[in-house]
């Protein structure tokens, strides 16, 4: 059991360490600068500037300097990414650059609505199904199970 829930834990982290990575690949190398469309397009630089040092882009996205590493300990090889990483998995999200306030009270206003929604939906789909699911056994190697297995694959 515990080698079961250790390769589960390393499943996990490996899964969200890689959906991270093609993300910030996306945002951050493949996109344009993200600053500049939360700024505004006709900005001035100090401006941008600081909206860049508040969003974390002023960091090197991805900086390989192996000499400067290994002398200060300080610059790190992925200054960006594994920022974000670390606080990601330690649930330390940022403000909302959308909303301009914490995530965790974003999530404390809006979590109960959508449970409200997705709660009474989810117990009515099991319900149906497991319906389903007992009036299909009832009928075993019949023609309608046949039917229903071919139509479900």
Same mark, same amino acid.
């Given at each position: 059991?515990? *080698?079961?829930?250790?390769? /589960? ?5 490996? $899964?969200?360490?890689?959906? =991270?990575?093609?993300?910030f690949l996306l945002? #951050?190398?493949?996109? /344009?600068?993200?600053?500049?469309? %939360? ?7 100090? +401006?941008?500037?600081? /909206? ?6 002023? @960091?090197? @996205? $991805?900086?390989? #300097? %192996?000499?400067?590493?290994h002398k200060a300990?300080?610059? @790190? ?10 606080? $990601? =998995? ?6 909302? =650059? ?8 974003? %999530?404390?206003? @809006? *979590?109960?609505?959508? +449970?409200?929604i997705q709660g009474?939906?989810? $117990? ?9 699911? =007992? ?10 199970? %046949?039917?229903?297995?071919? +139509?479900?694959?």
């Amino acid at each position: 059991m515990f *080698a079961f829930l250790v390769r /589960k834990l390393v499943l996990t982290v490996s $899964i969200v360490f890689g959906v =991270m990575l093609l993300t910030f690949l996306l945002f #951050n190398v493949v996109a /344009k600068d993200p600053a500049r469309s %939360f700024a505004g397009k006709h900005v001035s630089a100090e +401006l941008l500037e600081a /909206k860049r040092h508040q969003m974390g882009l002023d @960091k090197p @996205k $991805i900086a390989l #300097n %192996f000499e400067a590493y290994h002398k200060a300990q300080t610059h @790190k090889f992925f200054a960006l990414f594994d920022t974000q990483f670390f606080n $990601i =998995m330690t649930f330390q999200f940022p403000m909302s =650059m959308r909303y301009q306030e914490s995530v965790w009270s974003l %999530f404390g206003r @809006k *979590a109960p609505v959508s +449970l409200m929604i997705q709660g009474p939906a989810f $117990i009515s789909g099991r319900g149906r199904q497991r319906g389903i699911a =007992m009036w299909m056994a009832a009928r075993r190697g019949t023609a309608v199970d %046949f039917t229903a297995t071919a +139509l479900r694959c």
